[in-house]
T-cell receptor
Framework: KAGVTQTPRYLIKTRGQQVTLSCSPI?????VSWYQQTPGQGLQFLFE???????NKGNFPGRFSGRQFSNSRSEMNVSTLELGDSALYLC?????????????FGPGTRLLVL | GENVEQHPSTLSVQEGDSAVIKCTYS??????FPWYKQELGKRPQLIID?????GEKKDQRIAVTLNKTAKHFSLHITETQPEDSAVYFC???????????FGGGTRLMVKP
């Protein structure tokens, strides 16, 4: 099976703009989770979607939102970008909801906000 | 919510030595504990996981031990090699298994 894919891989934006990131899970996986990774901050959980429903949300402002489509592909949107949003954004998929089975990570989207 | 603490944050060992990374968790109901390895510029990849019905699991040079009473689990790497150099993350599920919380990561450096 093909692995988790994310597009785009690299992105440069300016403050105030918005951005949409995409994640295609492994075929048959219904759970998609999003994480923000910054140097020294580890993996910060953003949110998880399972069968098109948001199951959990991390401690991030409302500028961060997401959705999941019927084919399990997921998008993450960040509005009114701030310099501090520069990070690697990883998505991970699993067959069942997070915490019950292995998560498989995508390669990430590296976002730079200028 | 769950809190997962990971120590040490950095670890430097000589090639051939053993490395141990420890994690503690707060939710006594946690029952799934995966470990991920992230090489520089690459995605995190699962290297081993353990469920609460066993106390130890091995896979070649890698082993994980779990102490449910003390709420801590550890990753053991024996006969370390330069290619083991990476950031390692532990994780534990919580909220009745509905969430996965990651530790802060350990940067392991294996010196040849």
């Amino acid at each position: 099976k093909a692995g988790v894919t994310q597009t785009p891989r690299y992105l440069i934006k300016t403050r105030g703009q918005q951005v949409t990131l995409s994640c295609s899970p492994i075929s048959g996986h219904r759970s998609v989770s999003w994480y923000q990774q910054t140097p020294g901050q580890g993996l910060q959980f953003l949110f998880e979607y399972f069968s098109e429903t948001q199951r959990n949300k991390g401690n991030f402002p409302g500028r961060f939102s997401g959705r999941q489509f019927s084919n399990s592909r997921s998008e993450m949107n960040v509005s009114t970008l701030e310099l501090g949003d520069s990070a690697l954004y990883l998505c991970a998929s699993s067959p069942q909801p997070t915490g019950k089975e292995t998560q498989y990570f995508g390669p990430g989207t590296r976002l730079l906000v200028l | 919510g769950e809190n997962v603490e990971q120590h040490p944050s950095t670890l430097s060992v000589q090639e051939g030595d053993s490395a141990v990374i420890k994690c503690t968790y707060s939710d006594s109901a946690s029952n799934y504990f995966p470990w991920y390895k992230q090489e520089l510029g690459k995605r995190p990849q699962l290297i081993i996981d353990i469920r609460s019905n066993v106390g130890e699991k091995k896979d070649q040079r890698i082993a994980v031990t779990l102490n449910k009473t003390a709420k801590h689990f550890s990753l053991h790497i024996t006969e370390t090699q330069p290619e083991d150099s990476a950031v390692y993350f532990c994780a534990a599920n919580s909220d009745a298994g509905n969430m996965l919380t990651f530790g802060g990561g350990t940067r392991l450096m294996v010196k040849p």
